[in-house]
């Protein structure tokens, strides 16, 4: 595949001026599609009652300061010492905490005392400042500081500590739809994308589903990023309204003359970063601000690409959570799999990394940048918009850079953990049980409707392995790809068999392959050995079989196997 990154020797003055002008344009058009509110809100409560824990050194002068204006506690690692406070203060080891803004949950044990005799409170914020944090996960809760070893962190921590008194809402930022979530059927797992990628430990498996405490999401939107089915969808901002934006500034950039422009994805973190290149910015570069910059994925970006963008760069600055970078490269290379497969000269996707300084990071953008990808896109914009249903949007992106791309093959083999792909089936040890068909959340695996036969539609697969995992005879394997075939929309037979009929009534009550297997199986079992022509008939004639004297026993073959 040819490579378009751009390096200095491809720079042009005259089109990077044209480039300048038309990125005003651009983020105008942006600004212009109006904000929406949310439709729905997560609410907090806090009363001020606050918990401070560490040592004596480190605790009791904050929480001195703290106790002028809320009512507080003080946990205490060593001895306190001093004066008494006009606060409860307990020396404690063993101290766990949970929960979030205005529900905070301390349990602890009294130094030197029992186990039993331990001590519990509800709080409605936590300054932690303990050596190691209580609260493990990357993403905070809101209400919940730990500032660390820095002074000025602290006293920061003690300023936001002192506001966080009343009432306070934010958007529910997810929805969730459990009938198309691939997390699990019958006691049996398959995908944990989104419980693996959250950092705030809001996402939980629960049984066959997942569970999402909407106070400790704080709307990252990486589970819907990552999520196969659409299941869990970042509903605030609304991707239609990311879609309409970034729609909006591509062919406004396009109407004043840019060429190649490349979406810059970042968030508050990157925004200074970006602030400090001023003229070093290439004109090409449209910074576009998001709410976080794990909360988009494969189908914003190939929407992208089909608007016209010549590339997508995704900012990055250090502070995210590991899984949400390595999320963001593994979604790149699925994309620019598919566009490779295309004919599509790229790349067309920049991760960008930044863990310095506030100066050097900016010498090390501005230099990224000049380097920026020059993909090639599609000869005509798309003009489709954005749909809430993920798998729709990928359809609609997917369906136009194919249409218009330089070369049209039916099927492009992909990376593991693509959303897309084939099923593979062994069909010697396929017994048509149609395990796997009962499981699928996508309604790709189905039976024969009366037929011995297992039926696929391969557009429907999100390859989460719900069906492999299911299958009882390890007869499925998964097979990533996407397919650009007709085929690809019909239901496809990719296994079938002879019914098997009742010995005894004639009746088809399973396969040829199924009872064939059954009896290898359980032919020499004490159970059946003496009654193997009973595993030759239905359900019914089983029970009458066994009610039936020996010699009164009838069986009359009326349809051959």
Not at 46 to 51: K, Q, V, W
Not at 179 to 198: E, F, P
Request: aromatic share 6%.
């Amino acid at each position: 595949m040819t490579s378009r990154f751009d390096d200095a020797a491809a720079f042009d003055p005259v089109q990077d001026g044209r480039d300048r002008a038309a990125r005003q344009a651009a983020l105008q058009a942006a600004r212009d599609v109006p904000d929406v509110e949310a439709a729905v809100t997560v609410d907090y409560r806090s009363h001020g009652r606050t918990l401070v824990v560490g040592s004596a050194l480190d605790a009791l002068a904050l929480a001195d300061r703290l106790a002028g204006t809320l009512p507080v506690t003080a946990l205490l690692l060593d001895e306190p010492g001093g004066q008494p406070r006009p606060y409860p203060v307990h020396k404690v080891e063993n101290v766990a905490v949970a929960g979030w803004l205005g529900a905070f949950e301390a349990r602890w044990r009294a130094a030197g005392e029992p186990v039993r005799e331990s001590g519990k409170g509800r709080f409605d914020l936590v300054l932690d400042l303990c050596p190691a944090r209580l609260i493990a996960s990357h993403q905070r809760p809101h209400g919940y500081y730990a500032p660390g070893r820095d002074e000025a962190a602290r006293l920061a921590a003690v300023e936001a500590l002192q506001g966080m008194v009343g009432d306070f809402e934010k958007p529910k930022y997810f929805s969730y739809k459990e009938r198309i979530c691939a997390h699990g059927r019958n006691g049996i797992h398959a995908c944990s994308a989104c419980v693996d990628i959250c950092s705030a430990q809001a996402i939980v498996s629960d049984g066959d589903r997942v569970k999402v405490n909407p106070y400790l999401c704080a709307g990252c939107g990486a589970c819907g990023a990552v999520c196969p089915t659409g299941a869990m969808s970042y509903v605030y901002p609304p991707v239609p309204l990311t879609g309409k934006r970034i729609q909006a500034a591509l062919r406004a950039f396009r109407a004043a003359g840019g060429a190649q422009p490349v979406l810059l994805l970042h968030d508050a973190q990157g925004r200074d970063a970006i602030a400090l290149l001023a003229e070093r910015l290439p004109g090409r570069i449209l910074p576009f601000s998001l709410h976080h910059v794990a909360s988009t994925g494969i189908d914003v970006w190939l929407a992208a690409l089909a608007y016209g963008a010549a590339g997508v760069a995704v900012l990055t600055t250090g502070t995210e959570a590991p899984q949400y970078v390595q999320a963001l490269g593994e979604q790149m290379g699925i994309a620019q799999a598919v566009l490779d497969g295309l004919g599509y000269a790229g790349p067309h996707f920049q991760l960008l990394q930044l863990r310095n300084s506030a100066l050097s990071a900016a010498e090390e953008l501005a230099l990224a940048l000049r380097h920026a990808p020059r993909g090639e896109a599609p000869s005509a914009p798309a003009v489709f918009h954005l749909s809430v249903e993920k798998r729709t949007t990928l359809d609609y992106a997917l369906d136009h850079l194919h249409h218009h791309a330089p070369v049209q093959p039916l099927h492009i083999e992909l990376p593991m953990k693509a959303p897309f792909g084939a099923l593979a089936i062994d069909r010697q040890a396929c017994t048509l049980c149609m395990s796997c068909a009962g499981v699928c959340p996508a309604n790709a695996l189905q039976d024969g409707q009366g037929a011995p036969q297992l039926r696929f539609i391969e557009k429907n697969c999100v390859q989460c392995g719900l069906c492999a995992n299911t299958c009882p005879e390890d007869a499925i394997a998964l097979t990533p790809r996407i397919s650009f075939a007709p085929e690809r929309l019909q239901a496809v037979v990719l296994n079938a068999s002879q019914p098997f009929h009742c010995i005894r009534c004639s009746k088809p009550f399973g396969t040829l392959q199924m009872v064939e297997n059954m009896l290898g199986r359980l032919g020499a079992h004490p159970a059946f050995a003496a009654n193997l022509d009973r595993l030759r008939m239905c359900g019914d004639c089983r029970v009458i079989d066994m009610m039936t004297p020996g010699d009164e026993m009838q069986v009359t073959p009326l349809r051959r196997n």
